[in-house]
Nanobody, 115 residues
Framework: QVLLVETGGGLVQPGGSLRLSCVTYGTDIRIFHMAWYRQPPGKQRELVATVAIGGGTNYAESVKGRFTGSRDNAKNTIYLQMTNLKPEDTARYYC?????????WGQGTQVTVSS
């Protein structure tokens, strides 16, 4: 059974930083592309960043220059470093493992940006 567990969310003031982690259990992420999504309150889930097998990344325009995705295959973990956080970044953040036969999602971690 594959399980993804996100951690690192919390309440932060505007301009602050957080680092999210997503650990995968039950499979080796080395052979999978991974991604970060978020779902703001009352809105649809949206793609934030992709972290490819080789470590390459792509970002949504709204987070470019502020968020950095990375992976540590030895720890079976991907990360999302978030800086200069804004109130509009408030959302539940999810990691996803991309698989041809069906993706796996974590349960998410809440990020709230507020003064």
């Amino acid at each position: 059974q594959v399980l993804l567990v996100e951690t690192g969310g919390g309440l932060v003031q505007p301009g602050g930083s957080l680092r999210l982690s997503c650990v995968t259990y039950g499979t080796d992420i080395r052979i999978f592309h991974m991604a970060w999504y978020r779902q703001p309150p009352g809105k649809q889930r949206e793609l934030v960043a992709t972290v490819a097998i080789g470590g390459g990344t792509n970002y949504a325009e709204s987070v470019k220059g502020r968020f950095t995705g990375s992976r540590d295959n030895a720890k079976n973990t991907i990360y999302l470093q978030m800086t200069n956080l804004k109130p509009e970044d408030t959302a539940r953040y999810y990691c996803k493992l991309n698989r041809a036969l069906g993706d796996y999602w974590g349960q998410g971690t809440q990020v709230t940006v507020s003064s």
